[in-house]
């Protein structure tokens, strides 16, 4: 009897131990998202001060991998589709589309043997166009005689 109870105290202290040690992750989108705008900006050279509009399409982020000092996600995946309209001047109307994807270690204990962040991007299409301008000739009175 006492062995069975030491038994079920040794078991129910490896749960306990065990539910301690979970781990729980999330996922901040919307800093994740602005992150992936401003790495698409960043390598195609455009200033987002001067933008339209901004699309975020496809989105994807995932936890990977098992960190050995906690037991959680060594790595966060994230990529997604970034669309740009922008006006780099009064006379032109440009846009771009890029995907980007990132990598960065979220784990307790550093990967030494990668880098902790990686950025890639791939299917850069951009595009301008001029904006006819129209002048107009200013009315003039005629003079009276």
Do not use: W
């Amino acid at each position: 009897m006492k062995t069975n109870i030491i038994f079920i105290f040794s078991i129910l202290s490896i749960l306990f131990v065990n539910s301690a040690l979970a781990c729980t992750q999330s996922v901040n989108q919307l800093f994740d998202k602005n992150l992936l705008v401003a790495y698409a900006a960043g390598v195609m050279n455009v200033d987002l001060a001067k933008a339209s509009s901004i699309a975020i399409n496809e989105y994807f982020s995932e936890f990977t991998g098992v960190d050995a000092g906690s037991n959680c996600s060594a790595y966060l995946n994230s990529q997604a589709r970034i669309s740009v309209s922008y006006k780099p001047n009064v006379f032109t109307q440009c846009s771009f589309s890029v995907t980007v994807h990132k990598t960065e270690q979220v784990g307790m204990t550093p990967d030494l043997s990668h880098p902790m962040l990686d950025i890639s991007t791939e299917s850069p299409i951009s595009s301008c166009t001029i904006i006819p301008i129209i002048l107009k000739p200013i009315p003039h009175p005629i003079p009276h005689l």
